[in-house]
């Protein structure tokens, strides 16, 4: 599941937030991975609707795997086996 949060103070983002750009337009940025939809620019940078602090925009997305995906990572083969296999030729 992925996750949008503050790097910073951990607030998510609601869709009533609104950032605004330099040509003054005004829109949801996590909409558009922080490109302004009205001239283009893109804001590598985000700042919190709470704590006002700039972020990257990318370190707001926080990835979290279902427990599943978890579980089948601990069924992966060991290194050693891979090992093994790669030597067999
Ligand atoms: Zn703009
Ligand atoms: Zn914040």
Do not use: N
Request: hydrophobic share 35%; aromatic share 14%; charged share 15%.
């Amino acid at each position: 599941m992925l996750k949008v949060a503050c790097p910073k103070c951990h607030y998510e983002p609601m869709s009533k937030d609104r950032w605004m750009c330099s040509c003054g337009h005004v829109w949801h940025t996590f909409d558009t991975l922080g490109q302004c939809p009205a001239c283009g620019l893109i804001w590598f940078d985000t700042a919190c609707p709470h704590c006002q602090q700039w972020s990257r925009h990318s370190q707001w997305y926080y990835w979290q795997p279902p427990a599943r995906i978890l579980v089948a990572r601990l069924a992966l083969p060991a290194p050693q086996q891979f090992l093994r296999l790669s030597y067999r030729s």
